[in-house]
């Protein structure tokens, strides 16, 4: 409000007033300025120069040419906005031109100037970029204003530009202030923009300048609608795994390779559906195998089963599973030393052990006593290549076992939490203060990345696998999977060896000694509790290699079942 007493200088005031607003609404404004330049132009060049008037023309249809076949130079991309840039240029200066050679005021050039803009104004208000790069350029204007309410005074925009998805800008920080700074403020900054909740997004600029930032605001959702998986982005687990894109459309790719993870969120929040994109693409690696532990009967892992090693499905296959994996991540280490090596690097010969736990809690509730084998396993596999991935829905210290699990865990991904403390639990201390507001994400599947490559919370959606794709990349990955080295299996067999009791069933090989029939007859006469390895190594002259694929086809085709503990049956037998 502006208050005018009788002495003050009424005139300028209100002329200050209506320059500012001319300038202010300089955009909405443009029709009118260009026919007041047109009249005002038209006017002089007829009085001073008329004989220009094939000259202005001239230039008109040479500029409206130029806007038509390289506007894309000057910002105008979309088709649309060439043409119609290059029909104003074409349509004013046509005018101008016959302005100056008969005067604006000759019939019918005042009408047509009238009817002109009109027709070419209506595009120019309605055009939703121009609307929102007005309201960029007056949110930048205002910028040191919100800056000093939001405590970031100090910092300054540096550019803008308005994308699909709404506008991003870099700013240039005041001196001290850090981009944890300023994403602690995303909510204040939300709030002085006028913005909806969780359209801010702030993030490091491209050049990793300390005092600088980019600072997103969404007028639409990028991650709106669910995004199919393009299938595997990785064939080694020493690649880093494309879990879904990040807003940008960059993917949110992260190395698992030595490394332990935790994958939290509430039940509905695609936790599975993160774990999936994660079995498409580690059943894509020929230099990883993997076991997992699903105690919900098996609901979750069971499609993937196929590409799975060993699937526990109750508390004691997992007991065995963990305590098996230990001692593989004993022998290896043991191999290492022997070998004179600091790490075991993956290959399809020596192939990773990756462990997936879906619900860890119902693990540390049904098996407690395996709490010192993943302790274990967190706490020494990385050298081994040994690494565990549990998801869970509220990693509490309770929920994870008394161990140290949790805080071994080097990458974590937390879908949506129910409550701001539990951001801090799955993505650790002081992560909700520093802005990994887990607790906005508003849809299936959306998520924040913590790991060492990824600092700073960015939103992403994980890639969405349909039942089907899932069935089929299982099918098509089965036959690509590796067995374990022979420096594990033969720990494994050493481990099983001691407590195994006799078959209560002799079995002999087949009086063509047969190696297939021999492996059907010792699976068919085999004990409740299977057949070691061992066995039926002794009893088939199997190659190990050609065992563990002959078992694994068999289990496939459901002729047999493998019963834990590296232990074989025949599905139907009759002992
Ligand atoms: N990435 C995604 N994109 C789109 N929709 C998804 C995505 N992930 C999951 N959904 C949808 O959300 C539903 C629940 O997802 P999901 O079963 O993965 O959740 P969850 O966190 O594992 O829940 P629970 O703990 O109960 O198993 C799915 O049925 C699916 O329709």
């Known amino acids: 409000m502006v208050i005018i007493d009788r002495d003050d200088q009424f005139p300028d005031v209100a002329g200050v007033l209506l320059a500012r607003a001319l300038w202010r609404y300089r955009s909405e404004l443009g029709p009118v300025y260009l026919v007041a330049a047109l009249a005002v132009g038209g006017t002089v060049l007829h009085l001073t120069h008329p004989e220009w008037w094939p000259w202005l023309l001239a230039l008109a249809s040479l500029a409206a040419w130029a806007l038509a076949m390289f506007g894309e130079r000057l910002g105008l991309s979309p088709r649309i906005e060439r043409l119609y840039a290059a029909g104003v240029v074409m349509g004013a200066g046509g005018w101008l031109s016959a302005a100056t050679a008969l005067g604006p005021t000759v019939s019918p050039l005042p009408g047509m100037l009238a009817g002109g803009v009109i027709a070419l104004a209506a595009p120019w208000w309605a055009h939703r970029r121009r609307r929102a790069r007005v309201r960029v350029d007056r949110q930048i204007a205002a910028w040191p204003e919100i800056a000093r309410d939001v405590g970031l005074a100090g910092s300054r925009a540096q550019s803008a530009v308005v994308d699909v998805w709404g506008w991003r800008a870099r700013f240039a920080l005041a001196r001290g202030q850090t981009i944890q ?33 980019e600072l997103r605001v969404l007028d639409r959702d990028p991650h709106a609608d669910a995004i199919p998986w393009p299938g595997p982005s990785v064939s080694s687990i020493t690649e880093p795994i494309d879990l879904g894109p990040f807003e940008d459309a960059t993917g949110a790719r992260v190395l ?83 070998n004179g090596r600091r790490v075991w690097d993956p290959t399809p010969e020596h192939p990773a052990l990756v462990i997936v736990v879906d619900e860890y809690a119902e693990l540390a509730d049904d098996a407690p006593d395996a709490a010192s084998d993943t302790d274990s396993i967190a706490r020494r596999g990385r050298a081994v290549a040994v690494t565990l991935i549990a998801a869970t829905q509220r990693p509490t210290q309770k929920a994870m076992g008394k161990g140290a699990v949790r805080s071994q865990m080097d990458v974590r991904v937390s879908f949506r939490v129910r409550e701001r403390k539990d951001v801090d639990l799955i993505l650790g201390q002081g992560m909700l203060s520093a802005g990994w507001h887990a607790h906005t994400l508003n849809a299936p599947g959306k998520f924040l990345l913590s790991a060492p490559e990824h600092d700073t919370p960015r939103r992403g959606r994980a890639y969405l696998l349909t039942d089907a794709t899932v069935a089929e990349t299982a099918e098509r990955h089965a036959s690509i999977r590796p067995t374990l080295d022979e420096v594990s299996l033969r720990a494994l067999d050493e481990a099983h060896m001691a407590p195994v009791s006799e078959p209560s069933v002799l079995v002999a090989p087949s009086r063509e000694d047969h190696a297939e029939t021999a492996l059907r007859e010792a699976l068919d006469g085999a004990p409740e509790e299977g057949l070691p390895i061992a066995h039926l190594l002794m009893l088939t002259g199997l190659s190990r290699p050609t065992l563990y694929r002959r078992l694994a086809e068999l289990v496939k085709a459901g002729h047999a079942v493998q019963v834990g503990r590296g232990r074989y049956k025949a599905s139907d037998h009759t002992p």
């Open 181 to 213: 700074d300023v994403i602690a403020k995303v909510p204040a900054i939300e709030s002085a923009l006028g913005t909806f909740r969780g359209a801010v997004r702030v993030a490091p600029t491209r050049d990793g300048k300390a005092n600088r930032f």
């Open 256 to 338: 698992l390779l030595r490394r332990h993870g935790l994958f939290g969120g509430v039940a509905g929040s695609g936790k599975s559906g993160g774990i999936n994109v994660l079995m498409g693409n580690l059943s894509a690696c020929r230099d990883v195998v993997i076991w997992a532990v699903d105690l919900k009967r098996g609901m979750e892992l069971q499609p993937w089963a196929s590409c799975i090693d060993r699937l526990a499905t109750t508390p004691e296959q997992a007991r065995a599973m963990l305590r098996d994996a230990v001692t593989v991540l004993e022998a290896r280490a043991e191999w290492l030393t022997a």
